[in-house]
């Protein structure tokens, strides 16, 4: 199994910068496809971007140019770097980690971390 831990969340102005961390343990870490996933409160959960193990990359259409997602194998640590935030990207964001990047779904999680964008 994997074990993931969100950290970096916080309160920002927008048009500010926050970068989000996700700590990860267990067995094949760098076999895994990994994603970011956003919630607002009573809406649906979304997909922000994901890095497959090839460290290729996809980004949700809303996020394209301002989100980068990356991934430090050695560390064990995905990034999620946000640059020009809008109060839209406001929710709880979670890592997840699935062999397969269609997946997610089915695969591990972490506990979230809270992101607020002030006007």
């Known amino acids: 199994a994997v074990q993931l831990a969100e950290s970096g969340g916080g309160s920002v102005q927008a048009g500010g910068s926050l970068t989000l961390s996700c700590t990860a343990a267990g067995y094949t870490y760098s076999v895994y496809c990994m994603g970011w996933f956003r919630q607002a409160p009573g809406k649906e959960r979304e997909e922000v971007a994901s890095i497959d193990s090839d460290n290729s990359t996809t980004y949700a259409d809303s996020v394209k140019g301002r989100f980068t997602i990356s991934r430090d194998n050695a560390k064990n640590i995905l990034y999620l770097q946000m640059d020009s935030l809008k109060p839209e990207d406001t929710g709880m964001y979670y890592c997840?980690?699935?062999?397969?990047?269609?997946?997610?779904?089915?695969?591990?999680w972490g506990q979230g971390t809270q992101v607020t964008v002030s006007l």
């Open positions: 997840a980690a699935d062999l397969v990047c269609d997946e997610f779904e089915s695969g591990f």
